[in-house]
């Protein structure tokens, strides 16, 4: 099993920066992929990015490309998303994920992670 806490929401002005964190424990050893999801007010969960545990390969939504960068540091079992150039659209809670099977691809389907952390409120204000 894999456990995932999740920190660094807030509130930040529109054109700010939020760094989110996300800490894994438990099997970490057996996670292939984590991803950043989030669900806006009203909306479906969507993805946001994704990071290969071993080989770092990284994917991300077209809404995001260029201002969100997505991390991990393998020796601390930690994701990281750095949201830069915030926009009001961006407000949504923010969730991450973990993979323990190998699927490929972008992973950026809901059903390819196994465990989800509690979601962490990013708001933008305009």
């Known amino acids: 099993q894999v456990q995932l806490v999740e920190s660094g929401g807030g509130l930040v002005q529109a054109g700010g920066s939020l760094r989110l964190s996300c800490a894994a424990s438990g099997r970490t050893f057996s996670m292939y992929a984590m991803g950043w999801f989030r669900q806006a007010p009203g909306k479906e969960r969507e993805f946001v990015a994704s990071?290969?545990?071993?080989?770092?390969?990284?994917y991300y939504a077209d809404s995001v490309k260029g201002r969100f960068t997505i991390s991990r540091d393998n020796a601390k079992n930690t994701l990281y998303l750095q949201m830069n150039s915030l926009k009001p659209e961006d407000t949504a809670v923010y969730y991450c994920?973990?993979?323990?099977?190998?699927?490929?691809?972008?992973?950026?389907?809901?059903?390819?992670?196994?465990?989800w952390g509690q979601g962490t409120q990013v708001t933008v204000s305009s």
């Open positions: 994920a973990a993979a323990a099977n190998w699927y490929g691809g972008t992973w950026k389907r809901e059903y390819q992670y196994d465990y």
């Open positions: 990071i290969t545990w071993s080989g770092g390969s990284t």
